[in-house]
């Protein structure tokens, strides 16, 4: 088992900018790949970026340019940097962790973007 706590979400202006953290405890040797997910009110659960083992990232074209996660393998931490927030960028973010078939999924963390 996989457990995964996320922090971070919060209230921000549109152009500004959050961190999201998410560390990881438990069965975390063997990780394929960590992300976010954000699933906004009346829409499905969307992918927004992913780092591989390797370090590799890939991203939504939504928020390309915008948005970087970033990983600290010691602390078993990936993070999430939100720039140039859009009021479109308010959602629940979640954090995942994918371990050979599994996918495991934290409880979520709220973004809201508005003046």
């Known amino acids: 088992q996989v457990q995964l706590v996320e922090s971070g979400g919060g209230l921000a202006q549109p152009g500004g900018s959050l961190r999201l953290s998410c560390a990881a405890s438990?069965?975390?040797?063997?990780?394929?790949?960590m992300g976010w997910g954000r699933q906004a009110p009346g829409k499905q659960r969307e992918l927004v970026a992913t780092?591989?083992?390797?370090?590799?990232?890939n991203y939504i074209d939504s928020v390309k340019g915008r948005f970087t996660i970033s990983r600290d393998n010691a602390k078993n931490t990936v993070y999430l940097q939100m720039n140039s927030l859009k009021p479109e960028d308010t959602a629940v973010y979640y954090c995942?962790?994918?371990?050979?078939?599994?996918?495991?999924w934290g409880q979520g963390t709220q973004v809201t973007v508005s003046s």
């Open positions: 438990g069965s975390i040797s063997s990780v394929n790949a």
């Open positions: 780092i591989i083992s390797r370090g590799s990232t």
């Open positions: 995942y962790v994918v371990k050979g078939a599994v996918t495991y």
